[in-house]
Protein backbone atom coordinates (compact mmCIF):
# COMPACT_ATOMS: atom_id res chain seq x y z
CA UNK A 1 0.00 0.00 0.00
CA UNK A 2 1.04 3.67 -0.74
CA UNK A 3 -0.41 7.30 0.09
CA UNK A 4 0.84 10.72 -1.39
CA UNK A 5 -0.71 14.00 -1.26
CA UNK A 6 -1.37 15.82 -4.95
CA UNK A 7 -2.82 19.01 -6.56
CA UNK A 8 -3.55 17.87 -9.68
CA UNK A 9 -3.10 20.11 -13.03
CA UNK A 10 -5.84 22.50 -13.59
CA UNK A 11 -7.63 22.06 -9.95
CA UNK A 12 -6.61 24.20 -6.70
CA UNK A 13 -7.67 21.28 -4.33
CA UNK A 14 -5.26 19.41 -2.67
CA UNK A 15 -6.19 15.36 -2.77
CA UNK A 16 -4.91 12.61 -0.75
CA UNK A 17 -4.37 9.48 -2.66
CA UNK A 18 -4.47 5.76 -1.39
CA UNK A 19 -2.71 2.57 -2.96
CA UNK A 20 -4.89 -0.68 -1.46
CA UNK A 21 -4.18 -4.54 -3.07
CA UNK A 22 -7.09 -6.72 -2.62
CA UNK A 23 -4.72 -9.90 -1.15
CA UNK A 24 -5.95 -13.20 -1.66
CA UNK A 25 -3.29 -15.81 -0.14
CA UNK A 26 -3.34 -18.13 -3.32
CA UNK A 27 -1.82 -15.91 -5.32
CA UNK A 28 1.69 -14.81 -5.80
CA UNK A 29 0.89 -11.21 -5.84
CA UNK A 30 -2.11 -9.20 -5.87
CA UNK A 31 -3.84 -9.01 -9.35
CA UNK A 32 -6.29 -6.44 -8.02
CA UNK A 33 -6.27 -3.06 -6.18
CA UNK A 34 -7.40 0.51 -5.90
CA UNK A 35 -6.73 3.77 -6.03
CA UNK A 36 -8.71 6.01 -3.63
CA UNK A 37 -8.91 9.71 -4.00
CA UNK A 38 -9.80 11.27 -1.04
CA UNK A 39 -10.62 15.07 0.36
CA UNK A 40 -10.69 17.09 3.54
CA UNK A 41 -14.09 18.23 3.64
CA UNK A 42 -15.08 19.69 7.24
CA UNK A 43 -12.46 18.04 9.26
CA UNK A 44 -12.93 14.43 7.66
CA UNK A 45 -11.85 12.70 4.75
CA UNK A 46 -14.40 12.55 1.91
CA UNK A 47 -14.22 9.87 -1.26
CA UNK A 48 -13.73 11.46 -4.32
CA UNK A 49 -13.16 9.06 -6.55
CA UNK A 50 -11.57 5.42 -7.14
CA UNK A 51 -9.75 3.70 -9.63
CA UNK A 52 -9.76 -0.14 -9.98
CA UNK A 53 -5.78 -1.39 -11.24
CA UNK A 54 -4.57 -4.58 -12.41
CA UNK A 55 -2.51 -5.39 -9.06
CA UNK A 56 -0.74 -3.42 -5.43
CA UNK A 57 -0.56 0.39 -5.82
CA UNK A 58 3.18 -0.25 -4.16
CA UNK A 59 4.63 3.31 -4.93
CA UNK A 60 2.96 6.42 -6.17
CA UNK A 61 4.11 9.99 -6.08
CA UNK A 62 2.73 13.23 -7.61
CA UNK A 63 4.12 14.20 -10.81
CA UNK A 64 3.44 17.27 -12.77
CA UNK A 65 0.07 18.05 -11.40
CA UNK A 66 -0.30 13.94 -11.97
CA UNK A 67 -0.33 10.95 -10.51
CA UNK A 68 2.36 8.26 -11.15
CA UNK A 69 1.90 4.69 -9.82
CA UNK A 70 4.14 2.06 -9.70
CA UNK A 71 1.34 -1.29 -9.51
CA UNK A 72 3.07 -4.71 -9.36
CA UNK A 73 5.89 -4.46 -12.53
CA UNK A 74 4.15 -1.39 -14.31
CA UNK A 75 4.66 2.35 -14.06
CA UNK A 76 1.28 4.13 -14.68
CA UNK A 77 0.62 8.01 -14.94
CA UNK A 78 -2.97 9.49 -14.54
CA UNK A 79 -4.33 12.52 -15.41
CA UNK A 80 -7.40 14.13 -13.12
CA UNK A 81 -10.41 14.86 -15.83
CA UNK A 82 -13.89 16.49 -15.11
CA UNK A 83 -16.33 13.71 -16.43
CA UNK A 84 -19.31 14.67 -17.79
CA UNK A 85 -21.65 14.64 -14.94
CA UNK A 86 -19.24 17.09 -12.87
CA UNK A 87 -17.21 14.57 -10.83
CA UNK A 88 -13.97 14.07 -11.36
CA UNK A 89 -11.28 10.55 -11.77
CA UNK A 90 -8.37 9.73 -12.81
CA UNK A 91 -7.87 8.06 -16.48
CA UNK A 92 -4.84 6.75 -17.78
CA UNK A 93 -2.18 8.73 -19.68
CA UNK A 94 0.65 6.49 -20.64
CA UNK A 95 2.21 3.28 -19.02
CA UNK A 96 5.67 1.74 -18.75
CA UNK A 97 6.29 -1.54 -18.62
CA UNK A 98 9.54 -4.02 -17.92
CA UNK A 99 10.12 -3.94 -13.94
CA UNK A 100 9.82 -7.01 -11.86
CA UNK A 101 8.26 -5.31 -8.76
CA UNK A 102 8.34 -1.52 -8.97
CA UNK A 103 8.23 -0.87 -4.94
CA UNK A 104 9.66 3.18 -4.91
CA UNK A 105 9.04 6.02 -7.41
CA UNK A 106 11.19 9.49 -7.43
CA UNK A 107 11.14 12.72 -9.47
CA UNK A 108 13.22 15.54 -10.72
CA UNK A 109 12.26 17.65 -13.40
CA UNK A 110 10.90 15.06 -16.35
CA UNK A 111 13.11 12.37 -14.74
CA UNK A 112 11.71 9.33 -12.82
CA UNK A 113 14.16 6.52 -10.56
CA UNK A 114 12.19 3.54 -10.50
CA UNK A 115 13.12 1.36 -7.69
CA UNK A 116 12.75 -2.81 -8.42
CA UNK A 117 12.56 -5.11 -5.88
CA UNK A 118 14.17 -7.84 -7.88
CA UNK A 119 15.71 -6.13 -10.32
CA UNK A 120 17.65 -3.01 -9.56
CA UNK A 121 17.22 0.71 -10.62
CA UNK A 122 15.62 2.79 -13.79
CA UNK A 123 15.64 5.85 -14.92
CA UNK A 124 12.88 6.91 -17.26
CA UNK A 125 12.15 10.70 -18.47
CA UNK A 126 8.66 11.60 -19.55
CA UNK A 127 8.78 13.43 -23.35
CA UNK A 128 5.04 14.61 -22.17
CA UNK A 129 3.43 11.79 -24.03
CA UNK A 130 5.11 8.64 -22.67
CA UNK A 131 7.72 7.51 -20.36
CA UNK A 132 10.96 6.23 -22.18
CA UNK A 133 13.64 4.23 -20.92
CA UNK A 134 17.20 6.80 -20.41
CA UNK A 135 19.19 4.49 -18.20
CA UNK A 136 18.77 0.95 -16.90
CA UNK A 137 21.31 -0.49 -14.28
CA UNK A 138 22.72 -4.10 -15.58
CA UNK A 139 23.73 -5.22 -12.72
CA UNK A 140 20.65 -6.91 -10.42
CA UNK A 141 20.64 -5.46 -7.29
CA UNK A 142 17.67 -6.10 -4.52
CA UNK A 143 16.25 -2.48 -4.14
CA UNK A 144 15.51 -0.47 -0.66
CA UNK A 145 14.94 2.76 -1.71
CA UNK A 146 16.26 4.94 -3.76
CA UNK A 147 16.62 8.99 -4.30
CA UNK A 148 17.08 11.74 -7.12
CA UNK A 149 19.47 14.16 -5.39
Wanted: glycine share 6%; charged share 20%.
Amino acid sequence: MSAVTIKFENDEEEYFCVGTAIVIPSEVEPQEGRIIVFKVQDGKLSLISQKKVEGCVYAMHSFHGRLLAGINAKIALYKWEAQIDGSKELTSECTHYGHTLVIMLDTFRDFIVVGDLMSSITLLQFDGKALKDVSIAQQVQFVIIAKIV
